[in-house]
């Protein structure tokens, strides 16, 4: 069980949009520490997506998008692509534990 | 560039030791903390602990102390991540990854290096 709360999957036709959330509590998210986010395709090392909560690094397509509100944050894909089919995970820092990982949110572009 | 190259897999028995390195490259590897993540087959990522090359001062995940050893040195760029006897249940694969602050996010990760675990 991870301190830091996603859904198992999400799903999406090409075009659309879907979110992802990570839903924390008050020594994580809720403390006022950031999120970060991470792309990890089949195979290969997770990649830098969003991070402090809505900041993309240089390369990252404006497609991806970050928010954080109270103790959740949501990571949000507009204009899906197939080559956006990965897992996701959030990333934050916890007072009690140290800097945690979500339990990954595969998504599935149908 | 900035790279983090790892060593290669490994195949070891229960009860063995073991020492992972990663190399970075294109940047001064002491102004930024590595940190070590692990990734069980089919399983999410853990963060192991971090490393400032610097000082070689280390924050351990609670749950990881006592079990890994992590080290750096900075004079050939490289950190390490070591076990002095392991076990089936340590198979996974592990990260390394560079980092700002110990709190902080991971902006460039290694390749990853697959540890097997069998007797």
């Known amino acids: 069980q991870s301190v830091l709360t996603q859904p198992p999957s999400v799903s999406g036709a090409p075009g659309q949009r879907v979110t992802i959330s990570c839903t924390g509590s008050?020594?994580?998210?809720?403390?006022?520490?950031?999120v970060h986010w991470y792309q990890q395709l089949p195979g290969t090392a997770p990649k830098l997506l969003i991070y402090?909560?809505?900041n993309r690094p240089s390369g990252v397509p404006d497609r991806f998008s970050g928010s954080k509100s109270g103790t959740s944050a949501s990571l949000a894909i507009t204009g899906l692509q197939a080559e956006d089919e990965a897992d996701y995970y959030c990333q934050s820092y916890d007072s009690s534990l140290f800097v945690v990982f979500g339990g990954g949110t595969k998504l599935t572009v149908l | 560039e900035v790279q983090l190259v790892q060593s290669g897999a490994e195949v070891k028995k229960p009860g063995e030791s073991l020492r992972i390195s990663c190399k970075g490259s294109?940047?001064?590897?002491?102004?930024?903390?590595i940190s070590w993540v692990r990734q069980m087959p089919g399983k999410g990522l853990e963060l192991l602990g971090r490393i400032d090359p610097s000082d070689s001062y280390i924050h351990y995940n609670p749950s990881f102390r006592g079990h890994v050893t992590i080290s750096a040195d900075k004079s050939i760029s490289t950190a390490f991540l070591q076990w002095s006897s392991l076990k089936a249940s340590d198979t996974a694969i592990y990260y390394c990854?560079?980092?700002?602050?110990?709190?902080?996010?991971?902006?460039?990760w290694g390749q990853g290096t697959l540890v097997t675990v069998s007797s």
């Open positions: 008050s020594s994580n998210i809720g403390a006022g520490s950031d």
């Open positions: 402090a909560n809505r």
């Open positions: 990854a560079r980092s700002t602050d110990y709190r902080d996010y991971d902006d460039y």
């Open positions: 294109g940047y001064n590897f002491a102004t930024y903390w």
